[in-house]
């Protein structure tokens, strides 16, 4: 039956379409070629303005922060997509969640988020050990460099916080001046104490004038 059909197939493929059997396969594997490549571009074209959808949805407004330390502030790295990407300078913290192709992960300036990055950006330095809100030392053109990327994020970005600056503390987290004064009171008191103690062994030790007089 099998042998009957396909005979019949051979004949008839000469006659409706002019074709050899051979080429009529031939011609019908490129058709379907043909479209599973053109049905995948289709495809990909129908996703792309749905990524494109989602990368231009309105950013929510920033938040403010107040003031956080700069632990805090390393939690703004761009590596929690639900939490705004901020970064700072000069103490002052900004939120460039609207600059993420160049300020979050995989970015040319990826590593200035969640930082102070005001040395490293008046020296246009990517080494870790500029990566502080520091500027002592820096020159004049230096100075002059990190004011011009001030006023370019003043201008452009929302200011949300500021960074809260630590303040050195002893071990037992008491200010350097008290052990000082303690030390000071300390040492103070055996002088003032000195004197009677002397006087009373003196006391003790020298006659009075009426047991001389018995004697």
């Known amino acids: 039956m099998a042998l009957q059909l396909w005979e019949a197939l051979k004949e008839a493929i000469p006659v409706y379409t002019g074709l050899s059997p051979a080429t009529f396969f031939t011609v019908l594997a490129l058709a379907l070629a043909v479209y599973h490549v053109a049905s995948g571009l289709f495809g990909s074209s129908d996703q792309r303005p749905r990524e494109r959808e989602e990368e231009s949805q309105p950013l929510p407004p920033p ?16 590596t929690d997509p639900k939490k705004p990407l901020l970064m700072a300078i000069k ?24 930082k102070d990055a005001s040395r490293a950006l008046a020296k246009m330095s990517f080494e870790d050990k500029d990566l502080t809100g520091d500027v002592s030392g820096l020159g004049p053109f230096e100075l002059e460099a990190l004011q011009d990327w001030e006023y370019k994020f003043m201008s452009k970005y929302v200011k949300v916080g500021t960074v809260k600056k630590s ?49």
Do not use: C, H, N
């Open 63 to 78: 938040v403010q922060l107040g003031e956080i330390t700069e632990e805090e502030l390393k939690q703004y790295d761009g």
């Open 167 to 215: 303040v050195p503390e002893t071990g037992d987290g008491a200010p350097t001046s008290e052990p000082t004064e303690s030390t000071d009171r300390d040492v103070a008191k055996p002088a003032e104490d000195g004197p009677s103690e002397t006087a009373a062994v003196k006391t003790e030790e020298t006659p009075s004038g009426a047991d001389v007089a018995k004697e």
């Open 91 to 114: 103490g002052q913290i900004y939120d460039v969640s609207l600059s993420r192709m160049f300020y979050g992960p995989g970015g040319p300036y990826a590593l200035f988020a969640g």
